[in-house]
């Protein structure tokens, strides 16, 4: 098999991924890859397909909110932070992983400029997304030179997202925090991680400064019994229960933290 930066066609990121969290990759590409590869790029007749440079996001605010009132409800102004912010957990789902994928497992920096990287939406939901065919740079010893296209292409991107509604960075950081978590926890069994996980979530980032991925995810003593102890939460919560009718929340969310067995049973039985 030759490296996908020698090889003149897309090639789908999955490949690049154990088993345990390759389906997030499935859409994912190096290189465009042309609609008999890539499903989500046929479109229909029902949905308006979209293929933009991740540097043009602005542009499409209400194509975006308009994607999430259609899945969770609510309305485009009035829960527009609460609904944006679950816009990012689908999109980091696609370009963090991608991003995991080369630094942690594959040990090489992934190019993520959003002004060469692409997103396909449908109806607003991104559903597919592309890098540059020779995105993947040579292998890297240094943690802060291989996560830094990451970490620079989420700075990004949640600057972005902040800017089109009134939400506090630290919720953006925390959806993609609780998801890079997830994903070492998923790989720990495979992979020796032990210090890109200290590094990436470390208190200082590579300037020295407060990290905003420092700790996604905390131990702590929930109040109901029911609820395994220690509880593994999200430092910070998404803010979906703004949305009227989402009272499910997610299964690391902090607010379960602070809830009777009475009010767990309700959780698990909405599920």
């Not at 990121?13 to 042309?34: D, M, N, Q, R, T």
């Not at 499409?60 to 009132?69: G, I, Q, Y």
């Not at 989402?246 to 067995?261: A, I, V, Y």
Request: glycine fraction near 4%.
């Amino acid at each position: 098999m030759r490296p996908p930066d020698r090889d003149p066609r897309a090639r789908c990121f999955a490949a690049f991924a154990p088993e345990s969290i390759a389906h997030y990759l499935e859409h994912v590409w190096l290189g465009a890859p042309k609609a008999i590869e890539e499903p989500a790029l046929a479109g229909d007749r029902t949905a308006s397909l979209t293929v933009i440079r991740v540097s043009e996001l602005a542009d499409h605010r209400t194509t975006l909110l308009d994607a999430m009132v259609t899945l969770y409800g609510g309305e485009r102004e009035t829960h527009a932070r609460a609904l944006l912010s679950q816009w990012t957990k689908y999109y980091f789902g696609f370009i963090a992983t991608a991003g995991f994928v080369a630094a942690a497992l594959l040990r090489r920096p992934l190019a993520m400029s959003p002004d060469k990287t692409h997103i396909v939406l449908r109806d607003g939901l991104p559903v597919a997304a592309y890098f540059m065919r020779d995105a993947l740079q040579p292998v890297e010893c240094d943690p802060a030179r291989r996560y830094a296209p990451l970490v620079d292409h989420l700075n990004t991107v949640i600057g972005t997202v902040c800017a089109m509604t009134r939400i506090a960075p630290r919720v953006l950081w925390s959806n993609a925090g609780n998801l890079l978590d997830y994903l070492f926890e998923q790989c720990a069994p495979r992979f020796d991680l032990t210090d890109d996980i200290a590094w990436l979530f470390g208190a200082l980032d590579a300037n020295g400064e407060a990290n905003p991925l420092r700790q996604p995810v905390r131990q702590a003593k929930p109040r109901a019994a029911s609820l395994p102890n220690p509880f593994s939460a999200r430092r910070v919560c998404c803010v979906r229960y703004e949305i009227p009718g989402e009272t499910q929340l997610c299964g690391r969310c902090p607010l379960l933290l602070t809830m009777s067995d009475a009010e767990i049973a309700l959780q698990a039985a909405s599920q």
